[in-house]
T-cell receptor, first 114, second 113 residues
Framework: KAGVTQTPRYLIKTRGQQVTLSCSPI?????VSWYQQTPGQGLQFLFE???????NKGNFPGRFSGRQFSNSRSEMNVSTLELGDSALYLC?????????????FGPGTRLTVL | QQQVKQSPQSLIVQKGGISIINCAYE??????FPWYQQFPGKGPALLIA?????SEKKEGRFTISFNKSAKQFSLHIMDSQPGDSATYFCAASKNFGNEKLTFGTGTRLTIIP
């Protein structure tokens, strides 16, 4: 069974630009969550999508947004990039509505904002 | 507000020794506690998870000990090997893992020969 895939793996952008990251969950997984990982703040929850609906949202500004498609694939968008947005963005998929619902992470997209 | 505190920040253990990483949580609504292992350039991978209705869970060389009254849980790696060198994160979630994961700050583990 293929794991969670994320594209692209690396991105370099400049301040003020916008970026879109993509995530394909494990086949059969309907929930997709996004996390930001930085050395200073660690792993922080961005948002979760299930059946094309945002189910949960973390404490990030409105510049961070996402969506989920009918095939469960998800994208996140960051507009008006700031230097502090440089991070590893991780996508995790899960079955949802399961006991001991395991979240499986992809390899991440490394975003560098110059 | 950091809801899951993890210690130590870094840990060096000799090959064959026991590695112990500790976490404490504040929110008593948490009912699912996974541990993740992350290698450089990779995403976190689930190692082992526990629910508060058991005090210990073992999978191979990895054991979680859970103290509900103290709101603490720990990861023990027995017979630590150089291949175990990685960053370990504890986490907590509500609704049996069907809610967002709240992560600890991570422990960088180095196993020396």
């Amino acid at each position: 069974k293929a794991g969670v895939t994320q594209t692209p793996r690396y991105l370099i952008k400049t301040r003020g630009q916008q970026v879109t990251l993509s995530c394909s969950p494990i086949s059969g997984h309907r929930s997709v969550s996004w996390y930001q990982q930085t050395p200073g703040q660690g792993l922080q929850f961005l948002f979760e999508y299930f059946s094309e609906t945002q189910r949960n949202k973390g404490n990030f500004p409105g510049r961070f947004s996402g969506r989920q498609f009918s095939n469960s694939r998800s994208e996140m968008n960051v507009s008006t990039l700031e230097l502090g947005d440089s991070a590893l963005y991780l996508c995790a998929s899960s079955l949802f509505v399961a006991e001991n619902n395991e979240q499986f992470f992809g390899p991440g997209t490394r975003l560098t904002v110059l | 507000q950091q809801q899951v505190k993890q210690s130590p920040q870094s840990l060096i253990v000799q090959k064959g020794g026991i590695s112990i990483i500790n976490c404490a949580y504040e929110n008593t609504a948490f009912d699912y506690f996974p541990w993740y292992q992350q290698f450089p350039g990779k995403g976190p991978a689930l190692l082992i998870a526990i629910r508060p209705d058991v005090s210990e869970k073992k999978e191979g060389r990895f054991t979680i000990s859970f103290n509900k009254s103290a709101k603490q849980f720990s990861l023990h790696i027995m017979d630590s090997q150089p291949g175990d060198s990685a960053t370990y994160f504890c986490a907590a979630s509500k609704n049996f893992g069907n809610e967002k994961l709240t992560f600890g700050t991570g422990t960088r583990l180095t196993i020396i020969p």
